[in-house]
């Protein structure tokens, strides 16, 4: 145990500018004492400690002092950095908070905060705005059954409002567009599935063990990834040139043809659920569905019965 703090504590201080010893005792939850021992052991084993006095005090390691790189660059060890942190945003995990420290212990404290640094330049964040902390929950609940090969019961809620009870075999957990999914095999449906955590409740890791099947997470097509709901439309949309911003960002360049007149064209793939409707509804007039002609006529029975709901409502 106290060899793997040391190393630790090492890796802190070789990533960091310079931390205080109550910091430490805190974090490796040892009295001061320990600490001021540790400190001793390290700068016996050739790594220079420096003690600061005062408010502001504490240890660092000597300024040009490093580890060997071996075969990585700066430029490379920079860029591990900055993925590991987007990664570490949305995964709160201690295995990471120790690869960031072993990582960022190649690099000088100059190096690290240099206005010329790629870790300087980018930050990688995959959070969504609305933090949700019940995602994380079940974030942790889902990886210890994946890797335990736990099943897990959940009352879930697809595309159409329905609900169901769930038991699955846990294989991935897959981070798309800032929303969080499960991959895994449903016995209710007895195929492989995505469910989306948001539409998970009630989630509970069975005691009760599974053999993983055979899976390779590079195979997945995202594209043609089975869902609770398979139909696709190809839709041909012309947007006003009032919401050219919003189309831009939310469609893909490819996908877009700016027309003569300003307007845009959008052809795109949508799966055929609810979200689809709402989505196109938040535009208003500003959008037109050229094809095909069943999503048209649904968008506008939907208006329709909006209409009749505020003309009820307001009587």
């Not at 408010?55 to 700066?74: A, I, K, N, T």
């Not at 449903?186 to 005691?207: G, K, M, P, T």
């Not at 599974?210 to 590079?218: I, M, N, S």
Request: net charge negative; charged share 25%; proline share 3%.
């Amino acid at each position: 145990m106290k060899l793997v703090r040391l190393l630790a504590i090492t890796m802190i201080l070789l990533n960091r500018k310079r931390i205080g010893a109550q910091e430490l005792a805190d974090r490796f939850e040892v009295s001061l004492r320990t600490i001021y021992r540790d400190m001793e052991a390290i700068n016996a084993a050739g790594i220079p400690i420096v003690s600061y006095a005062g408010v502001d005090g504490g240890y660092e390691v000597m300024e040009q002092f490093r580890l060997d790189r071996q075969y990585l660059s700066p430029e490379e060890i920079q860029s591990i950095l900055v993925a590991l942190k987007g990664i570490h945003q949305s995964w709160e995990d201690e295995s990471i908070t120790s690869i960031l420290d072993k990582v960022g212990a190649l690099l000088t404290n100059s190096e690290q905060n240099s206005p010329h640094s790629f870790t300087q330049h980018v930050l990688i964040d995959h959070q969504a705005w609305s933090n949700r902390a019940e995602i994380k929950e079940r974030l942790s609940d889902l990886r210890r059954a994946i890797q335990d090969s736990f099943l897990v019961t959940f009352s879930y809620t697809n595309t159409t409002g329905q609900e169901h009870t769930r038991t699955c075999e846990p294989m991935q957990l897959i981070l798309k567009e800032q929303i969080w999914y499960m991959y895994g095999y449903c016995h209710l449906r007895e195929n492989l599935r995505l469910f989306r955590l948001s539409r998970i409740r009630d989630l509970r890791v069975e005691q009760k063990t599974f053999a993983r099947r055979p899976f390779t997470l590079e195979k997945l097509d995202f594209s043609i990834f089975p869902t609770e709901n398979e139909q696709f439309f190809s839709l041909e949309l012309r947007f006003h040139p009032q919401v050219k911003v919003r189309v831009m960002d939310q469609y893909q360049e490819e996908h877009i043809e700016i027309q003569p007149d300003g307007y845009l064209h959008v052809r795109v793939n949508h799966p055929n659920e609810p979200s689809l409707y709402h989505h196109l509804l938040s535009f208003g007039t500003n959008v037109t569905v050229l094809a095909p002609r069943e999503v048209a006529l649904q968008l506008r029975s939907t208006a329709q019965e909006i209409v009749h709901h505020y003309d009820h409502k307001l009587k």
